[in-house]
C-alpha cells in the first residue's frame, strides 16, 4: 500500500452554510466510493474553499459522517486570485491504497469539472463562462 493523493471539486450556488455542507458531504462520497476507500485508510483530509464562501467551516459536514470522527481534518481559505472559479469546494485526501496513481479517481463536480475537464471526463463551462485550469 501507498499513500496516494486524492483529488475534487465542486461549487455551491450561493454562501450558505446548508449548500457548503451539502456539497462537501457528497463531494466526499463521491471520492470514497469511486476509490473504494473507507474511513480507516484515510491519513488526512485538506478542504479549501475559496474566499467568497465562509459561512461555515466545510470539514464540519465531513466530522459528521459515520466513521469519520478521528480523520485529521484540516480546512483553509484560497488565494484570491483574479478570475478565479468562484464559490468553489477543494478536497484532498491522502488516502492509503493499492491503486496506482492512473487508478485513483479524482472527481469533479459541478462547475468544478472546468478546473480539470481531462480528469472529469467532459469539457464544462461554468454559467459565468470560466474555463480555466487550476
Known sequence: MMV???????????????????ATGELLQRLVE????????IASVFV??????????????????????????MC??????PDALPRCIRLMILA?????PREIRHVYLGGARAL???????KALT???FSGKV
Open 96 to 100: 492509503n491504497t493499492t491503486r496506482s
Open 34 to 41: 469511486a476509490n473504494d476507500i473507507q474511513p480507516d485508510d
Open 127 to 129: 454559467p459565468d463562462g
Open 76 to 81: 483553509a481559505s484560497e488565494i484570491a486570485v
Open 48 to 73: 479549501t474553499m475559496t474566499p467568497d464562501l465562509n459561512a461555515t467551516f466545510p470539514a464540519r459536514a465531513i466530522r459528521t459522517m459515520p466513521g469519520w470522527e478521528w480523520v485529521p481534518l
Open 4 to 22: 496516494r493523493g486524492i483529488r475534487g471539486a465542486t461549487t455551491v450556488a450561493g454562501n450558505e452554510s446548508k449548500a457548503i455542507m451539502a
Open 116 to 122: 480539470r475537464p481531462d480528469l472529469a471526463g467532459e
